[in-house]
T-cell receptor, first 117, second 107 residues
Framework: KAGVTQTPRYLIKTRGQQVTLSCSPISGHRSVSWYQQTPGQGLQFLFE???????NKGNFPGRFSGRQFSNSRSEMNVSTLELGDSALYLCASSLGRGQRSYNSPLHFGNGTRLTVT | DAKTTQPPSMDCAEGRAANLPCNHSTISGNEYVYWYRQIHSQGPQYIIHGLKNNETNEMASLIITEDRKSSTLILPHATLRDTAVYYC????????FGQGTELSVKP
């Protein structure tokens, strides 16, 4: 089974631009969650999607948004980029959401490294 | 949202057991305890999880206290390839990771 695939692997953008990152989950996984990882703040939860619906959201400004498609693939978008948005963005998939998902490990991709200059 | 506390770093001699503690005193009754590890520049890798009982798989063992307020991940025979940051998390609503423990396995 193919793992979680994130594209692109590296990205360089300029302040004020916007960016879209893509995540393809493991086949059969319906839940996709996104994380931002920086040296200072560690792994921070952005949001989680299940069956095209956002189920949980972390404490990030509205510039960060996401969506999930009917095939469970997900994208996240960051608008009006700031220098502080430079980070490794990780996507994880799991089988389900709700009580079942508590017993469902996350499978992470290797992330997209975003650099904002 | 449940929060976990781990020591920032630990050392272990190669071939010895590595015991990594985690405090999760605010965990809810239906939340599982999960352990992941991250090797530099890769995504976190799932290791093991449990609800109440101790668990063992090919990678590690998980010991959960009876009151479920803390747990210990045991790598029975640590190798140099086990050098990584280890995250303990309780998986419930919002998925929250702490700062993790940086484990250094030394020859």
């Amino acid at each position: 089974k193919a793992g979680v695939t994130q594209t692109p692997r590296y990205l360089i953008k300029t302040r004020g631009q916007q960016v879209t990152l893509s995540c393809s989950p493991i086949s059969g996984h319906r839940s996709v969650s996104w994380y931002q990882q920086t040296p200072g703040q560690g792994l921070q939860f952005l949001f989680e999607y299940f069956s095209e619906t956002q189920r949980n959201k972390g404490n990030f400004p509205g510039r960060f948004s996401g969506r999930q498609f009917s095939n469970s693939r997900s994208e996240m978008n960051v608008s009006t980029l700031e220098l502080g948005d430079s980070a490794l963005y990780l996507c994880a998939s799991s089988l389900g959401r709700g009580q079942r998902s508590y017993n469902s490990p996350l499978h992470f991709g290797n992330g997209t490294r975003l650099t904002v200059t | 949202d449940a929060k976990t506390t781990q020591p920032p770093s630990m050392d272990c001699a190669e071939g010895r057991a590595a015991n990594l503690p985690c405090n999760h005193s605010t965990i809810s009754g239906n939340e599982y305890v999960y352990w992941y590890r991250q090797i530099h520049s890769q995504g976190p890798q799932y290791i093991i999880h449990g609800l109440k009982n101790n668990e063992t798989n090919e990678m590690a063992s998980l010991i959960i206290t009876e009151d479920r307020k803390s747990s210990t991940l045991i790598l029975p025979h640590a190798t140099l390839r086990d050098t990584a940051v280890y995250y303990c998390t309780s998986q419930g609503g919002k998925l929250i990771f702490g700062q993790g423990t940086e484990l250094s396995v030394k020859p």
